[in-house]
């Protein structure tokens, strides 16, 4: 697969299907990830994985926890225009996709929800940094988190990043035994997408090339 096609089909998968995904399969994922660059080579990114054994404990453990407060700000508050109105957007589409109406607050509530079962997948990473690092690191983040889902792309695995799991900072540094100056960015679902749930035929939009970049 080369690099335009697996960056053209990588999307966020909102149902998994349970086939198992191999411990060894992700290890060759994160090692090839980390071929990711960052600011002077410092490489913060720090992954927990939890697949397997470890899933299952992890989904009693955290069933046994309640949510706390986010670990950090998701989104500004009063976030500006366009992002705004691209964020309402994709949830539209995505409610829609769903069969979940406008006003059905429950229905979105529960699919929300569906973030803290991974959506379904059997397998996941979570990328913490440690807390000395700043902007700049957290954007080494990304880099290493989107050379990984390319790289799943291509050995026919599926991904979402989930920032939701912000709200559960406590309980997962606990659980996988993350050191106190450590701090979780988000985590990522990984397996293969069902292939029959129309949410996960969702193709989510972009601005055109002149709303977000100025030739000079
Ligand atoms: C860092 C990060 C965190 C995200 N967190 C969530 C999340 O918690 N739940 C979710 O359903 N989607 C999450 N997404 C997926 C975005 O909604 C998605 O990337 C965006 O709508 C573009 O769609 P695409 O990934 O299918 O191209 C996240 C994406 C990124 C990059």
């Known amino acids: 697969m080369d690099v335009s096609t697996a960056v053209d089909r990588r999307s966020s998968i909102r149902a998994f299907l349970d086939t198992p995904v191999s411990n060894e399969a ?13 600011g002077g080579n410092v490489q913060p ?28 700000e998701v989104y500004p508050s009063g976030l500006k225009e366009p992002y705004k109105t691209a964020r309402f957007d994709l ?10 109406a406008r006003d059905d607050k429950a229905g979105r509530f529960g699919q929300m929800l569906k973030n803290y079962e991974f959506f379904g997948a059997p397998a996941s990473i979570f990328c913490f940094v440690d807390r000395q690092m700043g902007p700049p690191q957290w954007s080494d983040l990304g880099m290493f988190l989107q050379t990984f889902m390319l790289l799943a792309q291509e050995a ?22 993350a050191p106190e100056d450590e ?3 988000c985590g990522v679902a990984i397996g293969h997408a069902d292939p029959d749930e129309p949410v996960n035929s969702l193709r989510s939009e972009r601005f055109p090339l002149d709303k977000f970049a100025t030739f000079v």
């Open 183 to 185: 701090r979780l960015f």
């Open 26 to 38: 992700i290890a060759d994922l994160l090692t090839k990830a980390a071929r990711a660059p960052s």
């Open 91 to 100: 949830g539209m589409q995505m409610y829609d996709k769903l069969g979940i």
């Open 156 to 177: 026919g695995l599926d991904t979402c990043p989930q920032e939701a799991w912000a709200m559960w900072e406590g309980a997962i540094s606990e659980f996988v035994g």
């Open 45 to 72: 990114w720090r992954i927990y994985v939890v697949n397997g054994d470890s899933m299952v404990r992890f989904r009693e453990a955290i069933a046994s926890r309640d949510i706390e407060e986010p670990a950090y």
